[in-house]
């Protein structure tokens, strides 16, 4: 198995720490869900979704990319009005 680089280590650490809170989270959401007897909205729903695979894929993108690979982020229009 290879090592994380210097430069990666700090960074996957951070990302394993937001995904551990982000756990943490959706089962609240799950929870509340449930106690409210309310679903949670499609739309919420299909944002979140949609920002997981966007995750996903540039996780996919990391594990899988050769060294000489360029990577451009995809930012969607909302995303763009925050720049």
Known sequence: MKLHTVRQRPVIFRL???LDESLA???AVLDNT?????PLPK???AVLSD???EIDRILRLSANAMP???FTP???C???KNY
């Open 16 to 18: 394993q720490t937001l």
């Open 25 to 27: 989270v959706s089962r």
């Open 34 to 38: 449930l106690e409210d007897v309310e």
């Open 43 to 45: 739309s919420t729903y």
């Open 51 to 53: 920002q997981l695979k």
């Open 68 to 70: 000489e690979m360029r």
């Open 74 to 76: 995809r930012i969607s």
């Open 78 to 80: 909302d995303d763009q």
